[in-house]
């Protein structure tokens, strides 16, 4: 039986990936070596890294004057990372509180500097984007959380500001089309839309550090690992080479404006279902909906395990919601296939009818 694989992170990834991943485990380009048994400073690996950066550059558009670093310790060591490299002592930062992942960003911020939470949704379950927002004069960075992928809301513009700009991306990352320009950092766990879990993507503007007036121990520093091309240390050398198939897969299908298209036209196929559907409704407010990871519950709680056991019976894995909104979740990133999601709206109507 087809699975549809609808599980948060890590996700689905393209089968074409896995494939050659797989391959690759076992022989890398006939090598007769895994490519998980070969040095990080082998002439083959140093290529995946290269074309790794190179693949990110392209596929994100990103100018001169940034650097791309394939780092560990996953978004959540970029919350305190990001404010050792960029606030100084003393300093002040701006922050927007969209969720969970934000407000974890925001307590180890707090480690290190005057942290503003300058907006916050916690008054309403974190279900809405809040759009108005003053931030101190004296502030170095504004950070937000690009997509909320427990709380199913996305911020579909940047933030409205002058202040420069830090972004967690890792849930939307590469799903559509960013202007770089405005970040002084962006920062995302590639287990989403960009490859396994254990390598973690980070751009960031080179002019924006050096100025904190901080030591930074050396695996923290960001400007240490750009000196060493991110292998200052070992890199998760089969994490990056998955990635780069998956950026190749991306770009070869048409880049990020090609799979921005897709992505939308996939989330507008559910969103109707959920407005449509006299059993459903979303969670988050209309306009602040995640195109990554719709949220919706059945109106009838009492219906949740036959809806659940039913969308089990018919292939479709990981929709149960996450314990903070309850109800389901439905994460569709890059990878998944249209025909998945046509497969839980059909499931959703035929759950409809046999009610009624
Ligand atoms: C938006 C966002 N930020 C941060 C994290 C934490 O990432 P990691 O597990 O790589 O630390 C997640 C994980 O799901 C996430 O969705």
Known sequence: MKIHNYSAGPCILPKSVFKKAAESLVNYNESGLSIAEISHRSKEFMAVMENSVKLVKDLMKVPEGYEILFLQGGASMQFYMSGLNLLPEQGTAAYINTGTWSSKAIKEAKLLGNIHEVASS???NFSYIPKKFDVP???SFLHYTSNNTIFGTQFKEAPNTDLRLVCDMSSDIMTKEVDIKKYDLIYAGAQKNLGPA???LVI???DALGKTGRTIPSMLDYQVHIDKESMFNTPPCFSIYTTMLTMEWLKEIGGVEEIQKRNLT???LLYDEIDRNSLFEGTAKTEDRSVMNP???LRDKLLNDEFLQRSID???SGIKGHRSVGGFRASMYNALDIKSVE???NLMRDFEKSKG
């Open 266 to 268: 996939k989330s507008s």
């Open 122 to 124: 916690k008054n309403e």
């Open 137 to 139: 004069h004296n502030a």
């Open 314 to 316: 018919a292939g479709i």
């Open 343 to 345: 497969a839980l709206v």
């Open 295 to 297: 949220t919706f519950i």
């Open 204 to 206: 960031v503007k080179k």
């Open 198 to 200: 254990g390598v973690t």
